[in-house]
């Protein structure tokens, strides 16, 4: 059994949520909302059926006025429309995207909403949608770290000369069924969130109520698709890996860790948030002990003060074995993107870190082709150009563990208020 035969088998079988792969894909990279936008308003723009749509942030921005615009001309003319906004991430806009959607037949939901100071004390507040999808009837999907906000457009920083680097891909083929599936699941908790009371009443009131139970049962359901088996997996081979909070729990750690491990000559990751679990952590020490090339790419410029402790408490552990740790600084990182023996590669929501790995709906794209694994990696090298590389190890006196001890208890504390079980 060849490498690429291996890293498909395990990467479909780590544990009980494992990716599925299909083949005769087509997958394109995309850099950034410069590349993003355009490609994706296009799409939408020539909608004839339904468009799904899923974002933590919806920001009031030109990028934000324009997508609203090829929404609303969509559902003018008959497509299916339908929206879901995080209640946390898009808290400032919401009240402008709710105006600006109204009376226009695009249904807007809102996950987890915060609109009442008592919703901050409901459980399951700190678990909040981080994923970036969009679907347009069912052939093309778009994945990846990207919200809808301007490149050079901070909300807490303001406006930039350089874009954040961030990525996205644009999916044909038989993938963009999971992450239709995915956004359609989504949306519905959500919208169910809204109107419960209203469809569990529809369906006492339906005359096949069991039916239509199992039918809104379905939809709230996240993609879980058999193993490929016998299937034609000739390239380009894609699977959608998601996180949620009920069968999927680590199924995008597992499938980073164990592409990790099986590594032979580099691993190259760019992570904005970066606060690896031990697993984590283990897996790429043992990969650098062993000759791999394992080089990070993380926040030069901070946006996050607590983030970039929490990954600076690490320095001293993965510098010891070998790892190689860059800061990209020209602009704020954003992307979540690998790139690994440049044949396996993932682009995504998720960052490495508690929040992305145990609380929040997170959705990657796994990629099993050299090309598209290539362009990837040039575009990580580029970045790597222009960061500065991290060569003296931070001191290993008391401060430092006190430091990273402290950041420790934080994160689970914080763990245990979210109600994450396990180990991290």
């Not at 949520?17 to 995309?30: I, M």
């Not at 355009?38 to 020539?46: G, L, N, V, Y």
């Not at 052939?139 to 990207?146: K, M, S, T, W």
């Not at 980073?256 to 897996?283: K, M």
């Amino acid at each position: 059994m060849g490498k690429r035969q291996r890293l498909s088998r395990i990467a479909s079988w780590y544990g009980p949520a494992y990716p599925s792969f299909s083949g005769g894909n087509e997958v394109r990279l995309l850099r950034g909302g410069d590349q993003l936008f355009p490609a994706q308003c296009a799409r939408i723009e020539a909608a004839i059926s339904e468009v799904w749509l899923a974002t933590y942030i919806f920001n009031h921005d030109a990028a934000g006025e324009e997508l609203v615009r090829v929404l609303r001309a969509a559902a003018a003319r008959g497509v299916r429309v339908r929206v879901v906004v995080d209640g946390f991430g898009s808290k400032a806009p919401l009240a402008w995207l709710t105006e600006a959607l109204r009376g226009s037949g695009v249904a807007l939901a809102v996950f987890r909403p915060l609109d009442r100071w008592w919703r901050w004390l409901q459980p399951g507040q700190l678990r909040r949608l981080h994923q970036k999808l969009c679907v347009v009837d069912g052939e093309v999907a778009y994945v990846g770290g990207v919200n809808i906000i301007e490149d050079r457009l901070d909300i807490h920083h303001g406006r930039s000369d350089e874009p954040r680097l961030d990525f996205a891909v644009e999916l044909r083929g038989d993938a963009v069924a999971p992450v239709a599936q995915a956004a359609r699941a989504v949306w519905t908790r959500a919208w169910l969130g809204r109107d419960f009371g209203e469809e569990m009443l529809a369906v006492a009131r339906s005359g096949s109520p069991v039916r239509r139970m199992r039918n809104l049962l379905s939809s709230l359901r996240m993609p879980r698709d058999p193993p490929p088996g016998g299937r034609d997996l000739s390239p380009v081979r894609v699977a959608v890996v998601l996180r949620d909070n009920l069968r999927q729990r680590r199924t995008i750690e597992h499938a980073y860790v164990e592409a990790i491990r099986l590594a032979r000559t580099s691993v190259d990751l760019i992570c904005p948030y970066f606060y690896p679990g031990h697993r984590f952590r283990q897996a790429l020490c043992a990969a650098a002990r062993r000759g791999v090339r394992v080089r990070l790419l993380l926040q030069g410029k901070v946006d996050y003060r607590i983030a970039a402790v929490a990954a600076h408490a690490l320095y001293a552990e993965l510098l010891g074995d070998g790892v190689q740790i860059h800061e990209y600084s020209p602009a704020f990182l954003h992307a979540k993107v690998a790139v690994i023996d440049g044949e396996w590669a993932t682009v995504g929501s998720s960052n490495i870190d508690p929040l992305s790995l145990l609380l929040n709906l997170e959705a990657n794209v796994l990629v099993l082709d050299e090309g598209f694994a290539g362009a990837l990696r040039a575009e990580i090298e580029t970045a790597l150009a222009a960061s500065v590389e991290v060569r003296e190890q931070p001191a290993r006196g008391l401060r430092a563990v006190a430091g990273r001890a402290l950041v420790a208890w934080i994160a689970y504390v914080y763990l245990r208020v979210a109600g994450a079980g396990g180990r991290y």
